[in-house]
């Protein structure tokens, strides 16, 4: 884990913006011969951004794409060289290692990128538990603190907000409104009303696919 | 609503001494319900007497196999694991090292062990060569195999945080295998016991093989089948044995 006070700061300047940061040109992708996104195109401008559409609809492949997991079959989307970190719904701590060991897989991990202190006082509690030991809460909570604290121009978060309880729920959407003054920030979540009127742009999948075009809000 | 057992947990131990007995019992059935001669099927007494009769004693030649098991499938997991692991992260050496790996995996154990006995002789290294190396190949194919499988979040994670080739095969890529290894360990364990009795029966003056290679010349039946009971105990003891380590060991481990 990154020591207190060693780092610079150099990714916490304020993101620029209103300037396109994904652009995706004709994206088209299938997946087992289903085609998702069909020609689609589409810019995001809004440094903090809610990804919507119902369960199944393409919200995690939309992500991929985005990260350079998935390759289309025709078209792109990129963000412009920037790095990128994608936390996907199905946890990906290494059941073997502890909380701390898990987060310090991540070499550019230092807590003074995370604004709000009770964050990781809040994670203390099992840091020294392993993963395997850990509740689907506190293993979520760990991949959070460890993209939070992580070094990249883009943070990509697949339901972040999921197993969490309430009061940490509150805590981290404060932080990721923090976090997209710093660094642009994409999620998809199903608690955007827990945004309570924050600005917060939406990129909605809407109907089913294959999708064409996306609506922007 | 409990529902309600059919069978008690006593009903269950009860059926389960049935079973373990059902062998002897039969044994016996069939030997003296049919007044089968010594010759072919020996009683019980006569193989217990057969086995106190030998010089070295029985307990010398189950640790002559044992230690020779042991080392070898020790010295196998330890190089096989992480070569496994190592295969599937370096392209330039699964290049260089899978071709051979696979003819290897091909080639039936049993039927290299006469080429080792006569390069290496009576020779306790090429024993142990035979077994290590049916562990080690087998298990590195069997983690080159498994990390084909990696589920995509762990690659999602190696690739979001950056994390270097070689603190990903120490942190990720052995001890998934590891996770996923047990039911080949045990696979590779069995085809060990076998081969070390058959190394044992070509070229060795201690050990099970040998034994029953010396039951085999002087047709006694009855240390043929002393023998066969101890190699059967020794497996089940190195299996039991190995489960319960890994489980302590690699509690994490799904398999």
């Not at chain 1, 810019?43 to 393409?58: E, N």
């Not at chain 1, 936390?87 to 909380?99: A, E, F, N, V």
């Not at chain 2, 002789?121 to 190396?133: A, D, Q, R, T, W």
């Not at chain 2, 050990?207 to 105990?233: D, E, H, N, P």
Request: aromatic residues 10%.
């Amino acid at each position: 884990m990154g020591e207190r006070g060693s780092s610079s700061a150099d990714d916490l300047k304020p993101a620029s913006d209103r300037l396109p940061w994904i652009r995706a040109s004709e994206l088209t992708f299938s997946y087992s011969g289903n085609l998702i996104f069909d020609r689609l195109s589409f810019c995001v401008t809004s440094p903090l951004v809610a990804l919507q559409g119902p369960s199944g609809s393409g919200k995690t492949t939309l992500l991929k794409l985005i990260h350079d997991d998935l390759e289309p079959q025709a078209g792109s989307v990129s963000l412009d060289g920037r790095t990128a970190i994608l936390i996907l719904q199905d946890d990906s701590l290494l059941p073997w290692l502890t909380g701390a060991e898990n987060i310090a897989i991540s070499k550019s991990f230092d807590p003074r990128r995370i604004h709000d202190p009770s964050i990781m006082a809040s994670s203390e509690g099992f840091l020294s538990k392993r993963a395997y030991q850990m509740s689907f809460g506190q293993r979520r909570f760990i991949e959070i603190v460890r993209a939070l604290g992580s070094e990249s121009e883009v943070l990509l978060l697949d339901e972040p907000l999921n197993f969490l309880d309430a009061d940490r729920r509150s805590t981290i959407i404060r932080e990721l409104l923090w976090q997209s003054s710093h660094r642009r920030v994409m999620m998809s979540t199903h608690y955007i009303e827990d945004f309570d009127g924050a600005p917060v742009g939406r990129v909605q999948l809407v109907g089913s696919a294959p999708f064409r075009e996306l609506e922007i809000v | 609503m409990r529902q309600r057992k059919f069978i008690s947990d006593s009903g269950y131990l009860a059926l389960r001494l049935i079973g373990l007995a059902l062998m002897p019992v039969a044994w016996l059935g069939i030997k003296y319900g049919f007044q089968i001669s010594d010759r072919y099927l020996p009683s019980p007494q006569t193989v217990i007497e057969s086995l106190l009769e030998l010089d070295p004693t029985i307990l010398e030649h189950i640790a002559a196999t044992a230690g020779r098991l042991g080392i070898g499938v020790a010295a196998g997991l330890v190089v096989g694991i992480p070569l496994g692991a190592a295969l599937y992260a370096s392209r330039a050496l699964r290049e260089t090292m899978m071709p051979t790996l696979v003819s290897m995996q091909n080639v039936p154990p049993l039927a290299v062990v006469p080429f080792f006995i006569l390069w290496l002789g009576f020779s306790e290294v090429g024993k142990f060569l035979i077994v290590f190396l049916a562990v080690a190949i087998n298990l590195a194919m069997y983690g080159v195999r498994a990390l084909a499988g990696l589920e995509p979040r762990f690659r999602t994670m190696i690739k979001s945080f950056k994390v270097p080739p070689g603190r990903a095969l120490r942190l990720l890529f052995i001890p998934y295998v590891i996770s996923l290894a047990l039911p080949t360990v045990r696979y590779v364990l069995s085809v060990s016991v076998g081969l070390v009795l058959f190394s044992e029966l070509l070229g060795a003056q201690l050990g099970l093989g040998y034994l029953i290679q010396t039951a085999r010349s002087t047709f006694s039946m009855a240390l043929i089948f002393g023998v066969a009971l101890f190699a059967t105990f020794l497996y089940v003891i190195f299996d039991l044995t190995l489960v319960a380590v890994w489980r302590r060991a690699f509690p994490w481990s799904v398999s």
